[in-house]
């Protein structure tokens, strides 16, 4: 399910080329549902998401997630635990004594531990591995630690661009709460609840959230994401500022786009009809050999047009290089919340989509080249509807959002104007077919102008 979210998101920016940028925190509500549970705790200044964590934080969390706080805490104050270094304060001391007496971590000489040193990703995944029960130099080696982790199903790299801040922490964290420990069926949040070290009803919140979503992932396993065939039906209100004037544009698009992703080769046929203020536009893409083909008819006029999107497909063949044999939890921390019901024969999930969609989207935008710059938009809460059927077979997908655009748009003599662009979507797409069963059949493109992608435009916003 996760894939074929991911490859739909992909392919609307692939289509619309538009360039993201992401919040200074993106995982509040994470880091508050960690807090709830005495996972993850702030300082004087909150939670302070927006800067990188030091290696003293990353000791206290790891300890946490070993279920051995309290038993650290004890140990040390009774003399039974001790560590050799000198710049570790008495607050962090229990935690860093528990580890080095354990053999978990060492310090970076005989008697510094570092712990004003930024803690990078590859530290942090490397410590949750060893919280899971694996064991680096046996079940993986330093090296691969983050691949590894992408295997177990709690890391994907589009989530976490960019340095590695407390944020980023609080949501890798919590998706490892949800992964199955070494060896086992056992996720490491009830393995914590069992041992006592987490409070079941403290818990429960999360531990419901993560059972409704594995159902969702189990209740589509079957089903082929590497391609699609979907009917769209949209409606948007566009808000458009610029030049101190306010022009408010209903628009409503139909269409159909067919997807598929073979390994980096990527094909796509996206046909629409869209209809703002009396007029409508049509517009037709193909997607073939590297190439993006457009067709664009309006007031009776059509132009055809060809450009390359060779460096675009970066994002496109980093997607199908994930391996999804696993349990897939990575994702989990961008939704806020995670519901489900019987309809019928079908099960819908609802989910909310919170501002983690930022940091994935500025991930895959930012292997797209250049073609993308001069824009900047953010995506508010998505709500999103599931149905799936009996057999595991996605049916339809309802969105409702709204996002944001700010752009800088050149004028004759170097100028430029601003524009301030708002977007409120209501969604539905039908899906028709998954797998082998998605067939495209491309045109004659032999009359198409070949053009710089920047030249281009937007596609009708989907």
């Known amino acids: 399910m996760k894939r074929f979210l991911t490859l739909l998101f992909t392919t609307l920016l692939l289509t619309a080329a538009l360039c993201i ?35 003293s934080e990353a000791a206290i969390m790891l300890v946490r997630l070993y279920g051995a706080e309290e038993q650290a805490k004890t140990a040390y104050a009774a003399g039974e635990i001790k560590h050799p270094f000198t710049d570790v304060s008495a607050f962090t001391s229990p935690y860093v004594a528990w580890l080095y007496s354990n053999g978990i971590t060492n310090g970076f000489t005989e008697n510094t531990f570092g712990s004003q040193r930024t803690c990078t990703v590859q530290n942090y995944v490397t410590f949750l591995l060893r919280a899971l029960g694996y064991k680096d130099g046996t079940d993986f080696q330093y090296a691969d630690a983050l691949t590894f982790a992408q295997e177990k199903g709690f890391y994907e790299p589009v989530m976490f661009p960019g340095a590695f801040l407390r944020d980023d922490l609080a949501a890798v964290t919590y998706q490892a709460l949800a992964a199955d420990m070494a060896g086992g069926k056992t996720c490491l949040l009830d393995s914590l609840v069992k041992s006592g070290a987490i409070d079941q009803n403290a818990a429960k919140p999360i531990t419901d959230k993560i059972k409704t979503y594995r159902a969702m992932l189990t209740a589509t396993k079957g089903m082929d994401e590497n391609a699609m065939d979907v009917d769209m039906d949209v409606k948007m209100d566009m808000t458009m500022t610029a030049g101190g004037e306010t022009t408010t544009m209903p628009t409503f698009m139909k269409g159909n786009m067919k997807l598929i992703v073979d390994g980096g080769n990527v094909k796509l046929a996206y046909t629409t009809a ?6 409508t536009v049509k517009m037709d893409m193909w997607m073939k050999d590297g190439w993006m083909y457009t067709s664009t008819t309006m007031s009776g006029e059509e132009k055809k047009v060809k450009y390359s999107v060779e460096d675009q497909m970066a994002a496109v063949k980093s997607l199908s290089g994930v391996n999804m044999s696993a349990m897939d939890v990575s994702g989990l921390a961008m939704l806020e919340s995670v519901t489900s019901k019987k309809v019928g024969s079908n099960t819908e999930y609802t989910i909310v989509i919170g501002q983690g969609m930022d940091s994935m989207l500025e991930s895959v935008v930012g292997m797209m080249g250049t073609e993308t710059s001069g824009m900047d938009m953010h995506f508010g809460k998505i709500t999103a509807t599931y149905t799936v059927d009996s057999k595991g077979i996605l049916k339809k997908i309802a969105m409702v959002f709204d996002a944001t655009m700010k752009m800088e748009i050149p004028m004759e003599g170097g100028a430029a104007i601003s524009m301030d662009v708002a977007y409120a ?34 596609a009708p916003a989907a």
């Not at 300082?43 to 990188?52: S, V």
């Open 21 to 55: 940028a992401a919040s200074a925190s993106d995982y509040d509500t994470v880091a508050q549902d960690l807090s709830a549970i005495g996972m993850f705790r702030g300082t004087a200044n909150g939670f302070e998401l927006d800067r990188a964590p030091t290696r």
């Open 274 to 279: 869209t209809e703002a203020q009396g007029e």
């Open 425 to 458: 979507y209501d969604m539905t797409m039908t899906v028709n077919a998954t797998g082998k069963r998605v067939k495209i059949t491309f045109p004659d493109f032999s009359g198409y102008q070949e053009t710089p992608a920047a030249s281009v435009g937007s």
